[in-house]
């Protein structure tokens, strides 16, 4: 799931060093804290881009647990390779494809997607896309979150986009394609309204037994 509101009052002891958490301000990072992550749990971070929302989640488990983060661009991997270094997070593991675990307390889903959220910061990123770019990218992302969800009884799926079709359209798609899952909660953060980047996040829960 990364309101400012999210980003600075969930942050809690032991604290990321601060260069660590920068980007909060843009709505990051995603409410990992609903349900707060088990010290014991073992998480997926299935999108793990350059390590922003790995790093809290190690936060937020006071470095226990393990945290397999997931991150298939070679130059965003070596930046969370970085950064985890640098904040001493001994509970996130590096995975490449292959070594992602077969099962998993949580996973999050922070999708690729067209990104249109950040328009506030990127304004021009309006002259550059049409309506076919969020139809391509909810297809790519109803495979992603099919793919994962297969792993954990509770996922928290997100983007940083305001399209219908990437958000609350992929999570009905799944929901309509994989019965005994339910959608516990989403929220929708607006720019205008919020202050941060627009994002959606909903938290995905499996009712069967897993």
């Not at 998480?43 to 809290?56: F, N």
Request: hydrophobic residues 40%; glycine residues 8%; aromatic residues 4%.
């Amino acid at each position: 799931m990364r309101s400012p509101r999210a980003a600075h009052q969930c942050l809690r002891q032991p604290r990321l060093p601060r260069r660590e958490v920068r980007g909060a301000g843009r709505g990051e990072p995603a409410r990992l804290d609903r349900p707060r992550p088990h010290p014991d749990w073992k998480i997926l971070d299935a999108c793990a881009g350059a390590g922003g929302k790995t790093l809290h989640l190690s936060n937020l488990m006071g470095g226990k647990g393990e945290i397999f983060a997931y991150e298939p661009d070679a130059r965003r991997r070596e930046e969370l390779r970085k950064r985890a270094r640098r904040a001493d997070a001994q509970n996130v593991r590096l995975v490449d494809r292959a070594a992602i675990p077969a099962r998993v307390d949580a996973v999050l889903v922070d999708a690729p997607c067209s990104g249109m959220g950040t328009i506030r910061r990127n304004p021009m990123i309006k002259n550059r896309l049409a309506p076919a770019d969020c139809e391509r990218h909810s297809d790519e992302q109803v495979a992603i979150l099919a793919e994962y969800a297969a792993r954990a009884p509770l996922v928290l799926y997100a983007t940083c986009s305001l399209a219908r079709a990437e958000n609350e359209g992929v999570v009905e798609h799944f929901l309509a394609a994989h019965g005994g899952w339910t959608q516990e909660a989403a929220e929708t953060l607006l720019p205008h309204r919020d202050g941060c980047d627009g994002f959606f996040h909903a938290r995905l829960r499996a009712m069967t037994r897993f």
